[in-house]
């Protein structure tokens, strides 16, 4: 998971020096799912 800070290719960078990461996988077994719309609109709850 990443936010705002890190895009799909910097996570993906990071993956890539795991031993298990497949690079084959990614667009079969990896659902990339973005909530900065959201974020930007309804900001951050503290409780």
Do not use: C, P, R, W
């Amino acid at each position: 998971m990443t936010l705002i800070a890190e895009s799909h290719d910097k996570l993906l960078g990071h993956l890539k020096g795991l031993s298990f990461f497949d690079e084959k996988a990614v667009a079969q077994q990896m659902l990339f799912v973005s909530s900065y719309h959201e974020l930007m609109q309804d900001g951050l709850t503290v409780s």
